[in-house]
């Protein structure tokens, strides 16, 4: 059994549609920002601020290579996952690739009230999501799948990715 692999960018519904889309096949969850906070004892926001992006980059690929070989698993990843291209051939590899793909308004509106997420906290986060988008997309891209999802509800979304599986 592949595994569903969902990218996209901060805010874009990953966990949760993740979440129902394990529950609604029978599949485990897995969340690849939980495992470096599991492995690390840290939470994301400290492992940025203690030892930078750069190490958090190297921790992240290292998760990703550690599930190479696990198959029926829901895999949600972390939004700059695709900055490396290694990663996205190591989840493409055993796994159908879905991108949540929302709007930079939609993003920022999920966003806006919450402080976990260390490269949006800064002074005009609509044109730091805006930038990271502009160099992001084209790797989202990659994706097997494109669902947009601004104004679609989770429901809605989970079943789509199910039926798009059950023909994979
Ligand atoms: C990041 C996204 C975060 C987390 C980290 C970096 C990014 O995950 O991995 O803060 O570079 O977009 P979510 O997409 O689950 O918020």
Same mark, same amino acid.
């Given at each position: 059994m592949k595994n569903i692999v969902l990218i996209g960018f901060m805010g874009s519904g990953k966990t949760e549609i993740g979440k129902r889309l394990a529950d609604k096949?029978?599949?485990?969850? !897995?969340?690849t920002d939980s495992i470096i906070e599991n492995e690390m004892g840290k939470s994301i926001a400290e492992i940025f601020h203690e030892y930078g992006e750069e190490d958090f980059r190297g921790l992240e690929t290292g998760v990703v290579?550690?599930?190479s070989g696990i198959r029926g698993c829901v895999i949600s990843t972390g939004g700059g996952v695709v900055i490396n291209r290694e990663n996205i051939l190591n989840l493409k590899k055993d796994g159908l690739m879905v991108w949540l793909k929302a709007s930079p308004?939609?993003?920022?509106?999920?966003?806006?009230?919450?402080?976990?997420r260390p490269l949006l906290r800064v002074e005009n986060p609509l044109q730091e999501i805006n930038k990271l988008l502009g160099i992001r997309e084209p790797l989202y891209a990659e994706a097997d799948i494109t669902i947009e999802t601004d104004g679609i509800d989770v429901e809605k979304i989970?079943? !789509?990715i199910a039926?798009?599986?059950?023909k994979y």
């Open positions: 096949l029978g599949y485990t969850f !897995i969340d290579k550690e599930l308004k939609t993003i920022y509106e999920r966003v806006k009230s919450e402080y976990r989970v079943a !789509i039926d798009a599986y059950s």
